[in-house]
């Protein structure tokens, strides 16, 4: 059989080219037969996965927002797509006809599918012998956009995008499904908000931000053809990177439809097409590293943040899907940073000031009741540029790598995965809170050498800072002066497995394979030390734990956020064991010792301070007694340094505020930062605590019960 090519068919191609078209359009409007059944029958399986209503539920990627406490003032963003969904009547008519002028100009009419727009295309794709002309609605684009952002495997994000004819036949029947269900207003707005312009602006929202600093609402015409017209091919029609001859051509092709649809009268086009492109960029903030130098010392509390959310099985099943969900999920995220808290911290760090020494001094304040981060600053600078830090103090690294000063993002204040700092002596109260637990009275003495031999550590003999430490001492005296041989004395006689179960039910966490060894159930009884706070310890830990001492024996988890809600203004929540609804954000409190040792503690630990206990004797004199005149309300807390004064401590406490504040090198633990330097946490504690409260009624801790004085 021989064939003829179609131009000697003479007086017959019209008639071929009419039944062709003929084809071509019944073939169109038949594309839900078609799926069902042929061809279309691999396809039929999948429409079971994405079925129209499904779609229709989906929303795209959204940019999560984090607050200032004051609910109102952004600090920064997450986000993989920037955008922000816009309502249909938050976006300018202007925007939502320059849209349809450009991309489907016969939206109102079809039903999903244009078979005009098949045809011609068809025809346009045949006379230039490739694909000049494509036939896809902005119901078909918005079906394709919400197969690719509902996908959960790199296979269905495949198949949403490839260039198949499978792909093509799926996207018309689900856009003729989605039509029955959704209104051309709701696939307009969610095509708006799916839209990919460039530049990194996902959604009209972004789009308008990044090109020209205002909302939707406020964009005119001539800003709406251009933005329009990027769709088309974002990168060849970029009016900031691309030539914009480009950009401004193709935005007066949109003006032109828009135009000829009535949307501008035949002037107003003509006359918009001759302005000049006036681009007015904004490069949106992301991620910690962005926050506002004015607020730069809040980038350790939103790292904070990223840590604490990563651990949050409301948001995923590990990690990776959890920070996914906060760049993707469009939450509203209030930080419980108090400004006032965190202004009165970094002042007493000097926070500006210092930044050019290798020792880190830092501060954490949590409330206790709730376990809320309130502030948290330290003398350094947040920043991924170290470019020009100079060379760490550690002598066994790299000459090559950079110390963590003046610039760092690392966790220096807790949350992460630094170990921490040796916490000295602040240990001690957590065998003296075991100890009265179990009901140990305040008033139990022990003579207290100069140097202490313990046959329950294998002959460990500890000793003390000072020959006057040595004599009978109680725990109001013992924990005032920090007598460390009444300490392991008190340990061996609670246990100090006891110790060490009670101080992780408070939230610390052994980070070091030392740690974890000696605080293993085989060692754990054996580890005399750990009254002596040879473990490392994070301050945000410690703040919380002697906050649950305030709140009389009741932790609460530390948290960093006074609410985060889900991008419909719901609170987002989580399920707990039992089957409990709750919110994310709400405190998450446990009764961990009884009340009355908590307020026993308490009452030992004002002796620290200077302050006076309510039912007993401090010994006459204590380790930080400028902290009560400072502070100027009743106030507990404690001292600790290390061997060599490696690093030093103060946590310090009143009923409605706890601190913590550390100095040590976190480069190298062996460069002490000196006796000089120890007073240096105690009054950054104090000071904070009485700016915080400046104004506030004074309130006094409740006083032990009888059985916990004896």
């Known amino acids: 059989m021989s064939y003829r090519p179609l131009s000697s068919l003479g007086h017959c191609v019209p008639l071929l080219r009419a039944g062709l078209i003929a084809g071509i359009i019944l073939a169109a409007v038949a594309y839900p037969i078609v799926a069902a059944a042929g061809i279309g029958a691999k396809v039929g399986a999948e429409f079971s996965e994405h079925r129209a209503d499904l779609l ?18 952004v600090l920064t963003m997450f986000y993989e797509e920037y955008r922000q969904y816009t309502k249909l009547k938050d976006i300018a008519p202007s925007m939502q006809q320059a849209m349809v002028a450009a991309e489907d100009s016969r939206f109102y009419q079809h039903r999903g599918v244009d078979p005009k727009g098949v045809v011609r295309a068809f025809v346009a794709n045949s006379q230039s012998g490739g694909v000049s002309q494509g036939a896809s609605t902005i119901t078909m684009q918005y079906v394709r956009m919400a197969l690719r952002d509902s996908a959960t495997t790199p296979q269905e994000v495949q198949e949403a995008t490839a260039q198949t004819s499978i792909r093509k036949i799926r996207e018309m029947r689900l856009a003729l499904d989605v039509e029955k269900q959704m209104s051309k207003e709701d696939i307009l707005e969610r095509y708006l908000n799916s839209a990919y312009f460039g530049h990194r602006a996902y959604g009209i929202y972004a789009a308008a931000q990044i090109f020209f600093s205002k909302k939707p609402k406020d964009l005119t015409p001539v800003e709406s053809a251009t933005l329009a017209g990027l769709v088309k091919s974002p990168s060849e029609y970029d009016p900031v990177t691309s030539d914009q001859q480009e950009a401004v051509g193709r935005r007066n092709y949109v003006l032109e439809r828009m135009g000829q649809l009535g949307y501008l009268s035949p002037e107003a086009a ?42 949050q099985s409301a948001f995923g099943e590990n990690r990776l899907e959890r920070i996914d969900e906060l760049r993707r999920g469009g939450y509203r995220i209030v930080l419980s940073i108090d400004p006032k808290i965190q202004e009165a911290a970094e002042k007493n760090i000097d926070a500006e000031g210092s930044t050019g020494s290798p020792f880190a001094h830092g501060l954490v304040v949590t409330e206790p009741g709730t376990g809320r981060v309130k502030a948290m600053a330290v003398n350094r600078k947040y920043s991924l540029d170290t470019s ?12 090559k790598v950079k110390a963590n000063y003046p610039n760092t993002v690392a966790p220096l204040l807790g949350g992460g995965t630094l170990p921490g700092y040796q916490a000295g002596s602040t240990f001690k109260m957590f065998p003296m809170l075991a100890a009265l637990d179990a009901g140990m009275p305040l008033s139990t003495s022990f003579n207290a050498p100069h140097r202490y031999r313990s046959e329950v550590y294998n002959g460990w003999s500890p000793s003390n800072a000072s020959g006057a430490m040595s004599g009978t001492q109680t725990m109001w005296s013992g924990f005032g002066k920090s007598v460390n041989t009444y300490f392991v004395w008190l340990e061996e006689k609670v246990g100090a497995d006891r110790a060490v179960r009670l101080a992780e039910q408070l939230g610390l966490r052994w980070r070091t394979d030392v740690d974890r060894d000696h605080a293993s159930p085989e060692k754990a009884k054996t580890w005399g030390a750990f009254t002596l706070g040879v473990s490392d310890a994070t301050p945000l830990e410690l703040a919380n734990a002697y906050g649950a001492i305030a709140a009389d024996g009741r932790y609460c988890e530390a948290i960093p956020v006074l609410s985060i809600t889900n991008r419909d203004g719901t609170p987002a929540t989580y399920r707990t ?27 030992a630990a004002r002796c620290p301070t200077g302050d006076t206990p309510a039912r007993g004797g401090c010994g ?26 490696r690093s030093a401590w103060f946590v310090g406490y009143t009923p409605e505020l706890a601190a913590a504040s550390f100095i040590s090198d976190p480069d190298n633990p062996f460069n002490a930062v000196g006796d000089g330097q120890s007073q240096r946490p105690i009054d950054a504690v104090a000071g904070t605590l009485r700016d915080a409260l400046k104004g506030q009624p004074s309130r006094d801790f409740t006083p032990p019960p009888d059985r916990m004085v004896g």
């Open 388 to 399: 020009e830090n100079p060379p760490t103090s550690n002598p066994e690294a790299d000459p």
């Open 270 to 311: 003509a006359q918009a097409s001759t302005e000049p492109l006036r681009i007015d960029q904004s490069d949106p903030r992301n991620d910690c590293a962005s926050i506002p130098q004015q607020h730069n010392s809040l980038g350790f509390a939103c790292d904070y943040l990223k840590n604490w959310w990563s651990s």
């Open 577 to 603: 064991a039992g089957g409990l609804e709750r919110e994310v954000a709400k405190p998450r409190c446990r009764q961990v010792v009884d009340a009355g040792a908590a307020q026993a503690a308490t009452d």
């Open 620 to 645: 006459g004199w204590s380790t930080a007694d400028s902290v009560r005149g400072t502070v100027g309300r009743p106030v507990a807390g404690k001292t600790g340094t290390t061997d060599s004064t």
């Open 56 to 73: 229709r539920a989906s929303l795209p990627a959204e940019t999560s927002y984090v607050y200032a406490a004051d609910g109102k003032t």
